[in-house]
Antibody, heavy 119, light 107 residues
């Protein structure tokens, strides 16, 4: 069965960077795009971007351009999302979410990683 | 970006009630809508994709309809496990966006 297992919670200071991992299993790694979605405390869902696991090509939400980097390691079937220049507004749960078949909805989600930005 | 407006933001209902949640898009998105259920502290779960297609394993009391700019998620007979927050999401535009969510509470 599909499993997306994310790294643990992080606490960072403003201005720092954070890198969250998402290890995928139970499906053909290179066949499905991976997305990242975040959710601030008590708020809704915000799409952050997408990575093609085969080519590594990425596309990011405009509001995060320049601060977010998504990568993948095909040897370990792991995806990474790095967010730099952290601000208090980046405090959120970060989810990886597997793209659906030939479509950009999300059919499986990681368990989420809480990133807290606080001085 | 395409705006997705969900209503109501909160809904109080009883077990067995029929529940309808609406999502309106700021421009036509054909049928490219998905619906998710999220419980506190958990990741969202896919319920419906392509406006009306039920994801494998999702109970048949859930259904979706609509096209263009107006979409609905219906729960035909609310069960205890259905108290949660529901989100719509459009995937017509390359920049994916979600509705603000509808919290379904126990009346």
């Amino acid at each position: 069965q599909v499993q997306l297992v994310q790294s643990g919670a992080e606490v960072k200071k403003p201005g720092a960077s954070v890198k969250v991992s998402c290890k995928a299993s139970g499906y053909t790694f290179a066949s499905y795009y991976m997305h990242w979605v975040r959710q601030a405390p008590g708020q809704g869902l915000e799409w952050m971007g997408i990575i093609n696991p085969g080519s590594g090509t990425t596309s990011y939400a405009q509001m995060l351009q320049g601060r977010v980097t998504m990568t993948r390691d095909t040897s370990t079937s792991t995806f990474y999302m790095e967010l730099s220049s952290l601000r208090s507004e980046d405090t959120a749960v970060y989810f990886c979410a597997k793209g659906g078949t030939a479509a950009r909805f999300f059919d499986h989600w990681g368990q989420g990683t809480l990133v807290t930005v606080s001085s | 970006d395409i705006q997705m407006t969900q209503s109501p933001s909160t809904l109080s209902a009883s077990i067995g009630d029929k529940v309808t949640i609406t999502c309106r898009a700021s421009q036509s998105i054909n049928i490219w809508v998905a619906w998710y259920q999220q419980k506190p502290g958990k990741a969202p779960k896919l319920l419906i994709y392509k406006a009306s297609n039920l994801e494998n394993g999702v109970p048949s009391r859930f259904s979706g309809s609509g096209s263009g700019t107006e979409f609905t998620l219906t729960i035909s007979s609310l069960q205890p496990d259905d108290f949660a927050t529901y989100y719509c999401q459009q995937y017509d535009d390359y920049s994916l966006t979600f509705g603000g969510g509808t919290q379904v509470e126990i009346k």
